[in-house]
């Protein structure tokens, strides 16, 4: 067939559509971890919902991503009715995901590895959808919180249940909720001890009238809220539900969506509260140890996100590295390439396998002192270490595309658009850091669990016993807030190196010599000659 005089050129040397990828069965690091920490015997859910992850959730999420959530204050006759309208794939999205049991897999089904699997769950889900693994993971968290209270526990069974509804209807329609949260507000941020919205008793058992505004109002299409307001006896949680038990709405105004950088498919608000009905949870002044045991379990979900985005964003490097050409040789197969790969790739490792083992401390916290002491500070420390990598990380693979990797197509700018959010949402790197301070200060079996932990991995690697030497050192010195930082940043690296050595990681003695011994500049693709690159990036993909 005679080519046409307007045909200029023929698509070659481009690589073959990511997806469908199945990303349980692609990431042996994740299934390794999930073993190690007792979740194997949820391994058929976990593959069931990779391949799902890996291809109709990632189409979907490419129509949540460009059909923004929409605020509409007023319906057409201007009846006040303060909804966010979304796209039909959100709510898919959402819809499979709790059908699986991204929000209530470890409340739904309590046996050893529940915490494991929903994690891992939660990873792979991230890779897929991050915007709506916000509520998502407040859905998660709050079920321990409401249990708490006799009252709501309908409440709480609704939030585990593997059922999505996303109409805007009174709970007790409804067969499963999903949660959002309201803290900050403008004038505190993070010190929400200076919250100034105020609680009025009403006349029923711990029903209060709500005064006040709300900053920043996470995924305000949720059923409940659970805020922080002033009470008569100080800063106490409360549960605000968007209808009133006896059916009407109630008294939550959405001002306007917050205009963000990025996670795009769900929404955040600016809300005010008009005498809103809420229903306190614990005692009055007790706002904030209520809210604490929630606080854990999302910043442990901002972990496991930022590790799967990074996975994410590795295997969009590598796929395209193995199938682009220039100079004359597959990317895959340039030395420099190859050094920038493979530094991902044991970051990628690093982070999946220790936010794997801070879920498992957490499974096994409630019979374990030693595990939940671990859990509580290294959730914060982790949360520090690993949601700080994710923005370079996702920068360093949209170069392995080049200009390919800064067009929406490659869902590379997503990516890089979200990596940012996770070391912000629930208490950016000070705030993490000032917490470990805390507990070390505080919480001296929080001590002890590190020590333990950290000690278990000694005698494997030349490297890690030098570093530990340092850092069992700086453990035992007086660190003031100025040094915060950098005592986090050396018991993260010692502790996902720990995680590594004592599970036989064929990756760990290379960690250890480029995290903690040396190897490696200050940017990714810097390591030193005697680095195994062959093995780290064959563990990316596998066979």
Not at 73 to 89: K, L, P, W
Not at 202 to 218: D, P, R, T
Request: proline share 5%.
């Amino acid at each position: 067939m005679q080519a046409s005089p307007f045909d200029t050129h023929e698509v070659g040397n481009q690589p073959p559509p990511f997806a469908p990828r199945d990303l349980w069965a692609d990431d042996i690091a994740l299934r390794e971890a999930v073993g190690r920490e007792g979740g194997n015997a949820f391994a058929p859910r976990l593959a069931d919902y990779g391949a799902l992850a890996g291809g109709e959730l990632l189409r979907l999420a490419d129509e949540a991503h460009r059909d923004r959530p929409r605020l509409r204050t007023h319906d057409r006759f201007g009846h006040r009715i303060d909804r966010v309208e979304f796209n039909a794939a959100y709510h898919g999205v959402m819809e499979a995901a709790i059908a699986h049991g991204v929000a209530g897999l470890s409340w739904h089904e309590p046996r050893p590895g529940a915490h494991v699997a929903r994690a891992a769950l939660s990873y792979l889900h991230y890779q897929a959808e991050p915007g709506s693994s916000c509520p998502l993971t407040m859905t998660h968290a709050a079920v321990p919180v409401l249990r708490h209270e006799p009252g709501l526990r309908e409440w709480a069974g609704k939030a585990i249940a593997p059922h999505y509804d996303g109409r805007d209807v009174p709970m007790a329609e409804k067969r499963g909720v999903t949660l959002g949260m309201g803290m900050t507000e403008k004038q505190g941020g993070s010190d929400v001890r200076s919250n100034t919205t105020r609680a009025t008793p009403l006349a029923g058992e711990g029903e209060y009238a709500l005064v006040g505004h709300k900053w920043f109002f996470s995924a305000p299409m949720s059923d409940g809220f659970l805020v922080l307001a002033q009470a008569p006896g100080g800063l106490t949680c409360f549960l605000l539900p968007r209808w009133r038990p006896d059916g009407t709405k109630n008294a939550l105004r959405l001002m306007r969506l917050k205009d963000k950088l990025g996670d795009w498919s769900n929404a955040s608000s600016e809300v005010e509260f008009e005498n809103a009905w809420a229903r306190r949870i614990g005692d009055e002044g007790r706002g904030i140890a209520t809210i604490l045991e929630m606080v854990m379990l999302t910043r442990l979900d901002c972990m496991l996100g930022s590790a799967g985005l990074m996975r994410m964003a590795l295997a969009q490097a590598t796929h395209h590295a193995r199938h682009r050409s220039a100079f004359g040789r597959k990317l895959i197969d340039q030395p420099l390439m190859r050094n920038v790969l493979a530094d991902l790739a044991l970051e990628s490792e690093g982070a999946t396998a220790f936010a794997l083992r801070v879920a498992g401390a957490v499974d096994r916290a409630s019979g374990d002192l030693r595990e939940a002491a671990f859990a509580r500070i290294a959730t914060a420390i982790g949360k520090y270490r690993i949601c700080k990598r994710a923005p370079a990380f996702a920068n360093e693979a949209q170069e392995c595309l080049g200009g390919n990797g800064y067009v929406e197509e490659s869902l590379l700018p997503r990516l890089y658009r979200q990596a940012p959010l996770n070391s912000i949402w629930e208490g950016s790197g000070n705030i993490q850091c000032l917490d470990v301070l805390r507990a070390l200060a505080k919480e001296p079996e929080t001590r002890d669990a590190l020590i333990a932990e950290l000690q278990a991995a000694a005698g494997i690697d030349p490297a890690f016993d030098a570093a530990l030497a340092a850092g069992e050192a700086a453990l035992s010195a007086r660190t003031d807030q100025g040094g915060a930082r950098a005592l986090v940043e050396r018991l993260a690296l010692l502790l996902q190196s720990a995680t590594l050595l004592r599970a036989g990681n064929p990756l760990a003695r290379d960690w250890c010599a480029s995290r903690l011994g040396g190897a490696r500049g200050d940017g990714y693709g810097t390591l030193a000659a005697g680095i195994e690159l062959d093995a780290a990036i064959g563990r990316v993909f596998p066979g």
